[in-house]
């Protein structure tokens, strides 16, 4: 996913500017009070300093914004005021402030804010499905994805690209298992998966320059103050390249498809159907043109996005969590043998898996892989638990403060996946009956790849312990559960693990 603003900012900028804030600060803050504006009743937060508010607070504290904000909680309760700079950030961690913001004004609460310079590059001035404000481009575009990408009949016709995609990844864990003593970097192998298709190497590049995508995406000091950007000019000549890179890797790519679907029998190897084919021609409500090629490629990258990293993260979580405590893998390979005997396990077999189902539904609660959803913005100014949410603020939801929540789950702390299966506790991830985890969000923008995604760690998962069994690596000794943000919250200390392959 392209924008979530949940990243910390690199701690070592502060010193260097904050003198030089607090002069600006001043200089503006005189001024702004001059305009004079009607006092808005804003969510509580921690006191700031004038213009720059909070930012060298949430900078120098040197955690993790998740941290920061999982810290303050306590004090500020679940609806609070950061202010970012120039950017004000309202952050939401209740499942009721959820439900009335996300449901029941679920209209009001559907847009997404400005972007700074560096998104709006790599959005295409906000032409994604994520990016979009809530209007008709992002209607074009969500529709175009479900129906065409994420629907349950298109989920259904691509049941076998999975199952050779799976295929491949207990291929590649075994080869690399036979290379490297038995040992896998679970993350990395996990990703492939969802590069359907040949041409290994050839994704490898595309993996790679997705990455350093992500990392200039990552915040700057002058994001919050654009009235230091002319000391960014170097990291802005970065992002440049990085853009330009990005379109020549990813048009020669785009091309060749356009030619297969132009000139069908031309490519004996291309696949029947791709996302890109979707786009080619896309209508888009009130627009003439067609997505360009640069735009294509901003479409495309926030479908590999979207998926890959979240996905990953999950199963990274379950292999520690199934390490940290043998029994649950125990219990998930008994649950596979006693459904399909010696058979392959396939998505069909998995809706009849009730354990491992409640292990995926505890990781998702436990291990949302975005602490944060993306962030949203009010249409118009609106209430929200008695306070006022101004337009071009950032509202953020932090997903553990609903999942965790002691008043609306019991022992929150503790990774159990009985509290699902033995059906203690449940819990609707849409939020249609209820809300009380959010991995994917609620509401008009919940995440489009819910279903597939759900698929997809069910059958990994699945696949990966009936083929192997997974233990801790010698010299790793007792799992580290500790987590760090990159762009979804991984393990701190990337899992190894051992596989040894059941006879
Ligand atoms: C475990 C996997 C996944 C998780 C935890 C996840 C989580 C999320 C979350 C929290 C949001 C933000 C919702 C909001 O704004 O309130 C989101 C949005 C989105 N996700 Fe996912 N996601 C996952 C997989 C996928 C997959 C497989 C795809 C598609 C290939 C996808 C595509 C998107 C898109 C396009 C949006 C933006 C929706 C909009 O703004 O209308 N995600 N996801």
Redesign the pocket.
Known sequence: ?ASLSSSPLSPYYHLLFTALAFLISFLIFVFSRKSGSKKLNLPPGPPGYPVVGNLFQVARSGKPFFQYVRELIPKYGPIMTLKMGTRTMIIISGADLAKEA?IEKGQVFAS?PRENPTRTIFSCNKF?????LYGPV?RSL?RN?VQN??SAARLREFRHVRDSAMDKLVDRLKSEAAANDGVVWVLRNASYVFWFGNGWELIEKVDQMMKTVLMVLDPRLDDYLPILSPLFSKQWKRVQEVRNQQIETLVPLIEKRRNAVQNPGSDKTAASFSYLDTLFDLKIEGRKSSPSNPEIVTLCS??LN??TD??A??VEWAVARMIENPEIQTRLYDEIRTTVGGKKVDEKDVEKMPYLNAVVKEL?RKH???YF??T?AVTEPAKLGGYDIPTDTNVE?F?PGISEDPNIWSDPEKFDPDRFFAGREEADMTGVTGVKM?????????????S???V??NLMLARMVQEFEWSGHPDSGKVDLSEKLEFTVVMKNSLRAKITPRA
Do not use: Q, Y
């Open positions: 996913m996300l997404r994604t499905v994520n990016a979009a992002w969500r994805m990408a994420l926030e479908f979207g998926g979240t996905t993260t999950a998702l949302p892989p975005t959803s993306l949203h939801f997903l959010i991995p994917f969000g609620i509401g008009r923008r919940i995440c489009p790849g819910l597939m995604a759900t997809h760690v």
